[in-house]
């Protein structure tokens, strides 16, 4: 599991999400250390750079036992250059964020999204550039398609640049687009997954269940846009066999979601964030949630997507000769 800190700061919008201050984020990082927890995640844009500021003091007595990393991309101002991943960018935002952090190194730098105007040579030259200096240990990427993703390493390959050792991406009960191409790539270039929001921003939280009224905490379904719902009954059958197996568990639908995520091939691991410590507490224990094949297999099924060409092709025709990489999808 890794710590998620957009609930931190609660500034310039973020506030619908959370707005913990750095003794309840000291308190939250002390409970994930207990917990086995060692990567704590962020981005300069969560409350416009507040959250990065919280977990470096929050995060002051486990600097030793703690991994630290954050995100650029995303305009961090109005001008023309405050956004993007050109080298000025890059390099303004690794030293705003080491400042914030009030750290020497970030140990793994990620690129929030997509730039595609700015050649991918000066990102990575850039990115390159700053792993020798010791100001960042690693870079990974967010966001990104799977082409984005070789092209990157195509370039790295190339220029002898540092290449990305993780993507993070969305990957849920709910969503399963990941599995498609951005899975099988991080398999097949040994990329490690890092998963956002693993139960949906609170969807396959348990508290959404066919016939009732939202959570008056919550967006309205029919408002939710990070992930889109396209089909609410769809929802509500996978809801419901993940409530069937957590009930068999005495467990929350949101341990169940987030159990049936670290089986799936190439998952390292899901970052969790929650307004409070009880639900943090639950989202940590889902590490120890043993589901059996059963159980996965009726997860599997309800929330199943049909194939999209060429891999429909691919399953009836070229099943016998496939790689580790095609067969997280293929198998």
């Not at 003091?57 to 954050?70: C, E, G, P, S, V």
């Not at 190194?105 to 595609?116: E, P, R, S, T, V």
């Not at 009726?298 to 929330?303: A, G, H, I, T």
Request: aromatic share 6%; proline share 4%; hydrophobic share 35%.
């Amino acid at each position: 599991m890794t710590m998620g800190t957009m609930t931190f700061g609660g500034k310039g919008g973020f506030e619908k999400l959370g707005a913990t201050d750095v003794e309840g984020a000291t308190r939250q990082i002390d409970l994930c250390v207990d917990h086995g927890v060692n990567l704590v995640d962020t981005a300069d844009m969560y409350s416009a750079g507040v959250s990065e500021e919280i977990v470096g003091q929050a995060t002051k007595n486990h600097r030793d036992d703690l991994f630290l990393a954050t995100k650029c991309r995303f305009p961090m101002g109005e001008g023309p250059n405050d956004g993007g991943a050109s080298r000025q960018h890059i390099v303004k935002s690794v030293e705003d964020s080491l400042r914030r952090l009030d750290v020497s190194h970030i140990d793994l730098y990620q690129l929030h999204g997509w730039d595609g105007v700015t050649p991918l040579e000066e990102t990575l030259e850039a990115l390159d550039t700053l792993v020798s200096k010791g100001k960042i240990r690693y870079i990974g990427c967010s966001n990104y398609s799977a082409w984005h993703v070789m092209k990157a390493l195509g370039v790295s390959e190339r220029e002898h640049y540092e290449r990305f050792v993780s993507q993070q991406i969305h990957y849920t009960l709910q969503a399963r687009e990941a599995e498609n191409e951005l899975v099988p790539v991080s398999v097949d270039q040994g990329l490690g997954i890092l998963v956002w929001s693993p139960i949906a921003g609170g969807l396959l939280s348990g508290k959404f269940r066919r016939g009732q009224d939202d959570p008056e905490t919550s967006r309205h379904l029919g408002e939710w846009s990070e992930p889109p719902v396209h089909d609410r009954e769809r929802l509500y059958d996978i809801i419901e066999v993940a409530a069937e197996v957590a009930d068999a568990h005495g467990v929350s639908v949101a341990q169940v979601a987030n159990a049936w995520l670290l089986r799936k091939p190439g998952v390292t691991s899901l970052v969790v964030g929650a307004r409070t410590e009880e639900q943090l507490a639950d989202n940590l224990a889902a590490a120890e949630l043993a589901l059996t094949d059963d159980e996965v297999a009726r997860l599997d099924d309800v929330s199943a997507t049909p194939l999209l060409y060429p891999y429909w092709h691919q399953q009836n025709t070229i099943t016998d000769r496939l790689s580790p990489a095609d067969a997280t999808l293929l198998g």
